[in-house]
Structure formats: C-alpha cells, structure tokens
C-alpha cells in the first residue's frame, strides 16, 4: 500500500495545528488503540468545524477532522480521525473519535 501511493505520487501535507492539548489527547489515542498505523511522528487537529443541525435547524453537535503522521516501514502515512462534539445547552460537550479507520480513501503520504 505505501508503495503504491508513492508510486503514484500521493504526497501531501497537513494544515497547522489550533490545540496542543488535543493533540496530545489524540496522540495517546491512536498510540493506544492503532499500534499497527506506526510511530506517531506528527498530530494536527486544526478545529476546521462542520455545524450539524436538525430537521428545525437546532445545532445537534460539530465535527472536525484530526491528522495524524504515522511512520511505518520507512514510509510517513496520513491518517485521518472525525472528533464529534455534542452540543448541549450553550457549549459543546467532549470530543468524541469517529470514522478512524486505517484509512477512508487511498492512502495519503506526507511530504
């Protein structure tokens, strides 16, 4: 998989990150739960939020995408997390990991 995505040239580079502390919290994450993703090199959750509402136009919850750097067999692959937020009240409840597969499309490396 790795050398078919550098064969094709799918190099890309992830956006700036916006919250040290959910990266850390996604670090421990994936280091916990995807040993097989690789070393952790590099997290970056840059909070570029999508505002789901209902059928009355009430905010449910938000969601944004986190990206994660893992080394693995020499190779720096991008994978990516959904967090889901609740939003209750006023405010938006803990993030909560969604869709983190080994990969949702083709394999992405890092520049």
Do not use: F
């Not at 995807?34 to 840059?46: A, D, L, N, R, T």
């Not at 009355?56 to 080394?71: A, P």
């Amino acid at each position: 998989m790795y050398k078919d995505a550098a064969a094709a040239g799918r190099y890309k580079t992830i956006p700036a990150s916006k919250d040290a502390q959910l990266d850390q919290y996604i670090k421990n994450y994936v280091e916990k739960n995807y040993p097989e993703w690789g070393k952790v090199i590099k997290v970056s959750c840059p909070k570029d939020y999508n505002v789901h509402r209902d059928k009355l136009g009430n905010i449910t919850y938000r969601s944004h995408t986190c990206y994660i750097v893992c080394e693995d067999q020499g190779y720096k692959a991008i994978h990516s997390i959904s967090l889901h937020e609740t939003y209750q009240g006023s405010k938006y409840m803990n993030p909560v990991p969604r869709n983190d597969r080994w990969n949702s499309g083709p394999l992405n490396l890092m520049k």
